[in-house]
Structure formats: structure tokens, C-alpha cells
């Protein structure tokens, strides 16, 4: 004869109750996580994917505090009070679009910038380079392309540009227009010099430009060798083999998830042998790709890929 155990067995009504009062405090649990999520943290999700249905750009993956305060910047530039009201004119108006995007592309560069980089590139990366009969040179993110021409310049001074070419690319057409027609203010020249002077230069930095009213204008010297076009490190794929890849200062914008995807874009882009620069901030730990490395230099972030 088979004996019941009672306490594996509950009534119906008892089983309703149990299932009765979990449902609310599933409801209301949910009801709270509804409610910490601001107006506008709802606005700035659907601004996003809606910028990237409409013109392909996905800045849904970006570091969220800087990638707010652009749009707030953005927002106040249009005299808009609402990340709604930004979304409206920028879905339906592509300058407008344009505008935004010169706004939250990451403009924050100057030549010879961080002059202790260009001092190590100088001393570890270029006799290796001496060795390659042709170099392809990409910087990922060029913004305006001053760091572009700091390298233009290092080249030439190192006997190197004659077999270089070098592939300026961002996002920002309107950056990129301003590269490569090679024209920067004058009065940030003072400023450049003294970069330049402390990144080894070894020669007179106003020898590389002319300067017309309150613009430099560089020589085209430097220029014949760059190729300007338009790349988004988010959504666009590789397109060449390169010797060298400088991304400084671009992925610390990213949240861990796109700077996992850049890294891959970045490691397959690069020849074996070939060096990775990336910025003070950033790093190749915790990515996949940090056995592949080998560091020249751990304080300027310079390394070179060994498989």
C-alpha cells in the first residue's frame, strides 16, 4: 500500500494563493525598475536607435557620461530643451544631423600631442620601420588630422615619408575636410611649437607651414602622401593591412562591449609585426587579443603584434 507524503502535495486553493501573491510582487518589481529609468534616459534610448535606422550611425554602445554631455552641448547649440525636440530635428533635417555629429565626434587632439609619445615612437618604432621597403600608416579617429600631420612631419624628418602612406579616417566628414585642405589657426601655432620642440623635432616647426592672416597653411609636401576618408570604427569593417595603427584616445568613449569589437577590428587590421599605438588611458588587458602583443613601450602604450 502506497503512503502520501502531504507536504509534496498542496491543495488547488493553496497553490492559487502562492501563485496570486507572487504575481504582484513580479509586478512590483518591475514597476520599481520602471521608475528609477528618468524621462530622459528613455528619450536618449530612442534618439540613438533612431540615429542609427535613419543614417547608420551606432552610438548606442558608447560610454554613456561623455556621450551625454555632447548631447547636452548639442542640445543647447540647437536651442532645444528636450533630447526629444533633438531627435525630431535631426531625424528630419540631415544638416542638422551633420551639426550633431561635429558635436559628439571626439575633437580633442593638437599636434605632437602628448610630446613624450612621439620621443618614444622616434627611439622604438622607427628603426624597425627602416627595414620595410613601403608603410602603411592608419590613424583610426583622426578628428581634424593634427596628429596626422605631427606624424607627416616625423616621417619626413626620419627619412621615411617617400615609402609611407598614411590613411587619415573618422566619422566626421567636416573633420576630415578640415585635414586634408591642411589649414589650422595661427595662434594655436605657439602652442604646437612647443610640442613639437619637446617631441624632438629637428627642425624649425614654422618651416612646415606658411602662415596667411590668422591661419597656418602646411606645406603640400606633407600632405601628398595622406589619404583622407571617411570610416566609422563602430559599424565599418577593415579595409587594408597596415604596418602601423594609431587609435589614441578614441576607445576610452566606448563601453566594454564596442571596445571588445574595435580591438578585433584594430588586431585584424594589423600586420604581423606591424605596431599598435593606443592612448595613456587605455589598454590591451582583459581584451582577447593581449597575448597577441608584445610591448616596445608600457608607459606610451606602443606595442607589436607577435601572432
Not at 513580479?26 to 536618449?44: C, G, H, N
Not at 608603410?135 to 615619408?161: D, P
Not at 604581423?272 to 589598454?283: F, H, N, P, V
Request: charged share 25%.
Amino acid at each position: 500500500m502506497k503512503t502520501r507524503n502531504a507536504g509534496l502535495a498542496l491543495p488547488p486553493r493553496t497553490r492559487a494563493q502562492i501563485t496570486f501573491h507572487r504575481g504582484p510582487a513580479r509586478q512590483l518589481t518591475r514597476m520599481a525598475e520602471i521608475a528609477k529609468t528618468s524621462v530622459e534616459d528613455i528619450e536618449l534610448s530612442l534618439f540613438l536607435e533612431g540615429i542609427f535606422r535613419r543614417y547608420g550611425y551606432d552610438f548606442r554602445d558608447y560610454a554613456p557620461a561623455s556621450l551625454q554631455r555632447r548631447i547636452r552641448k548639442c542640445m543647447r547649440d540647437e536651442q532645444l530643451h528636450t533630447v526629444s525636440a533633438l531627435q525630431d530635428r535631426v531625424l528630419h533635417d540631415p544638416a542638422a544631423m551633420q551639426r550633431f555629429l561635429h558635436t559628439v565626434s571626439i575633437d580633442v587632439t593638437a599636434m605632437f600631442r602628448d610630446p613624450t609619445f612621439y620621443c618614444a615612437f622616434r627611439q622604438r618604432v622607427v628603426p624597425l620601420l627602416r627595414s620595410q621597403p613601403s608603410l602603411r600608416i592608419w590613424h583610426a579617429g583622426c578628428a581634424a588630422g593634427e596628429e596626422v600631420y605631427s606624424m607627416a612631419i616625423l616621417l619626413q624628418e626620419e627619412g621615411l615619408s617617400e615609402r609611407s602612406r598614411l590613411y587619415a579616417t573618422d566619422m566626421n566628414t567636416l573633420g576630415l575636410d578640415k585635414g586634408k585642405a591642411g589649414i589650422f589657426r595661427l595662434k594655436a601655432m605657439q602652442g604646437y611649437t612647443e610640442n613639437y620642440q619637446k617631441a624632438g623635432g629637428k627642425r624649425s616647426f614654422s618651416e612646415y607651414y606658411s602662415a596667411r592672416y590668422d591661419h597656418a597653411i602646411f606645406q603640400d609636401s606633407l600632405k601628398q602622401n595622406i589619404v583622407w576618408a571617411e570610416h566609422n570604427l563602430v559599424t565599418d569593417r577593415s579595409f587594408n593591412e597596415f604596418q602601423v595603427i594609431l587609435c589614441r584616445n578614441v576607445l576610452i568613449y566606448f563601453n566594454q562591449s564596442l571596445q571588445k569589437r574595435v580591438h578585433k577590428l584594430l588586431y585584424e587590421s594589423l600586420a604581423l609585426q606591424g605596431i599598435l599605438a593606443l592612448g595613456s588611458k587605455e589598454t590591451l588587458q582583459f581584451t582577447p587579443y593581449a597575448d597577441c602583443f608584445e610591448s616596445l613601450d608600457d608607459r606610451e602604450k606602443i606595442f607589436r603584434k607577435v601572432k
